[in-house]
């Protein structure tokens, strides 16, 4: 099967969606497809370490012109690919210019597959977007989201939701959950990695890893962290992995709550150092605080805890918490809430025993059915247009 898997994303950019793009492209070569990439050229620079064939449209660097322009090409682009390398079936990461796709494709009769990985009119309104941009984001996406052979949904949050507008929707999604690298995370002893990082060795570290977004609930974790200071716990460390424009903010946040002594701030890290950080945890946060974002997305940053043998502290506005039970993922606690949060980390820095039996559970549900490897099997049998049950598995 030829395929071409089409994003508008700069494919050097670091980040979940990259990731989630690069993973499935290399699974599905490895399948035995022949699958071509169709993405902007931002930059002159060539994207490193990628395993599949790159056409890239060539742009004046990257700003909103050159968004725009690439949106602007993309369907006559699209139209030549599908001639020149007989493209059976097109598989696009969210466009915005996704419906003139759909019927350059219904014209030259080739399967349109579209990836949904996110609610954007939903996702604004968390954010200082004025009305306008909310409004216009929603229009955007009422458009771009409503024409497709198939959609693949990230987490089941999303699908409700688009069924809930659309009812037709129903029959033709599924959710594909993301996953992670099982060969690149992998369990590591977790003194190594402290010696490596030069991070404390005899301290208990609660850690996060991945975008400092406002909906990913960080801040929480520092109240949380003084809340516990205050209270004694001089043993606890928290540590932080991530860069981007919120960093400076929860430092100046940390140095007022005046717990400087109990955070590490690592900033963004190489790829294959994440792990590393992981592999330094005792137990892993997903403190998300806002219940409707968190209902939508499938964050990566869970999987490769998993992955890594690590337990999850975990808020229950997560989308992941339906996976939580006796013996596996982790502990909830009631998102945006301190004191439940801060009284589970009590718990569970008592009860260091559970957290060893709960990473080891958490590595083996991953290699039952969440590498990237089984995730883009189920991504090929939508694509040859089999039927394929949700990615999400009931445990």
């Not at 700069?10 to 990439?37: D, M, N, S």
């Not at 990985?117 to 004025?130: F, Y």
């Not at 460390?237 to 005046?258: C, N, P, S, Y």
Request: hydrophobic share 40%; aromatic share 10%; with cysteine.
């Amino acid at each position: 099967m030829r395929i071409l898997y089409v994003t508008n994303e700069w494919l050097g950019k670091p980040g979940g969606g990259v990731t989630h793009f690069k993973e499935i492209a290399h699974e599905l070569t490895q399948a035995g497809h022949e699958l071509y990439v169709l993405a902007p050229g931002y930059h002159r620079n060539r994207p490193k370490d990628w395993s599949v064939p790159i056409i890239l449209i060539p742009l004046p660097g990257r700003n909103f012109f050159s968004f725009a322009l690439f949106e602007a090409l993309l369907g006559f682009c699209l139209a030549v690919c599908l001639v020149v390398l007989r493209i059976d079936v097109v598989l696009n990461r969210g466009t915005v210019s996704s419906t003139l796709l759909y019927y350059v494709c219904r014209l030259l009769r080739r399967r349109y597959v579209l990836e949904v990985n996110g609610v954007s009119d939903i996702e604004v309104k968390s954010m200082t977007v004025r009305r306008f941009g909310v409004r216009l984001c929603g229009w955007i996406f009422r458009r771009v989201y409503r024409s497709a052979d198939f959609f693949i949904c990230v987490s089941s949050g999303i699908r409700e939701e688009l069924i809930s507008r659309w009812p037709s929707f129903a029959g033709r999604s599924t959710v594909i959950n993301n996953g992670a690298n099982e060969k690149m995370i992998v369990p590591l002893d977790r003194l190594s990695c402290r010696r490596k990082l030069g991070l404390p060795e005899d301290k208990f570290i609660v850690g996060f890893v991945g975008q400092l977004s406002l909906w990913h609930g960080v801040e929480d974790l520092l109240r949380v962290t003084r809340l516990l200071a205050t209270r004694g716990s001089s043993n606890l460390v928290t540590v932080i992995v991530g860069g981007g424009e919120r960093l400076d903010i929860l430092k100046r946040q940390a140095t007022e709550l005046e717990i400087t002594d109990y955070v590490v701030f690592a900033g963004e890290v190489a790829r294959d150092q994440a792990p590393v950080y992981i592999g330094a945890f005792d137990i892993a946060a997903q403190p998300h605080n806002d219940p409707v974002i968190g209902q939508l997305g499938d964050p990566l940053k869970f999987w490769e805890y998993l992955a890594s043998g690590r337990p999850i502290l975990l808020s229950d506005m997560s989308s992941s918490r339906r996976y939580v039970k006796t013996g596996l993922i982790g502990w909830l606690f009631r998102g945006g809430n301190i004191e439940d949060m801060a009284a589970q980390l009590e718990y569970i820095t008592d009860h260091r025993q559970e957290c060893e039996v709960i990473g080891q559970a958490n590595r083996r549900f991953f290699e039952q059915g969440h590498t990237w490897r089984d995730v883009a099997r189920r991504v090929e049998q939508v694509l040859l247009g089999k039927n394929v049950l949700d990615g999400e598995v009931d445990v």
